[in-house]
């Protein structure tokens, strides 16, 4: 993984030691249930999703993670897990496909990058 601080134009690189994500609902996971945001009153006034629970067995972590009916896009996600308690991350503004892939590459300041073998990382160690 790359940590890039484009401010201070520094690119760290880290072992990924994770194989959960949250931008997808893994294959053991028990649905809780589905439900309406806002309302049924009048049509496109609510938002159908499902509610997903499990636990990663990498570090005994437990998840809730919410998604949409139609589409299976991502709302909400809450990740507990030892070293870090609880995270919650909301996602808006949703679109489907991505307009500019090449953002997935990192930038040219990543070019000499060494891997840093004393830290690793996860998907959420970028924000912690």
């Known amino acids: 993984m790359y940590l890039i601080d484009p401010k201070n134009k520094t690119c760290q690189k880290r072992k990924l030691t994770s194989q959960f994500h949250?931008?997808?609902?893994?294959?053991?996971?028990?649905?809780?249930?589905?439900?309406?945001?806002?309302?049924?009153?009048?049509?496109?006034?609510?938002?159908?999703?499902?509610?997903?629970?499990?636990?990663?067995?990498?570090?005994?972590?437990?998840?809730?993670?919410?998604?949409?009916?139609?589409?299976?896009?991502?709302?909400?996600?809450?990740?507990?897990?030892p070293k870090t308690g609880w995270i919650v991350m909301s996602y808006f503004n949703n679109i489907r496909g991505i307009k500019e892939p090449s953002v997935f590459f990192p930038p040219p300041i990543c070019k000499n990058a060494t891997l840093d073998t004393e830290e690793e990382g996860d998907f959420f160690s970028a924000f912690i």
Do not use: H
């Not at 028990?30 to 999703?49: I, R």
């Open 22 to 81: 949250p931008m997808k609902i893994p294959c053991n996971s028990t649905l809780l249930g589905q439900v309406v945001l806002g309302s049924l009153s009048a049509p496109g006034e609510g938002l159908l999703v499902n509610s997903w629970t499990g636990e990663t067995s990498e570090d005994q972590g437990q998840y809730i993670l919410t998604f949409t009916e139609f589409g299976c896009l991502p709302v909400s996600v809450l990740f507990n897990r």
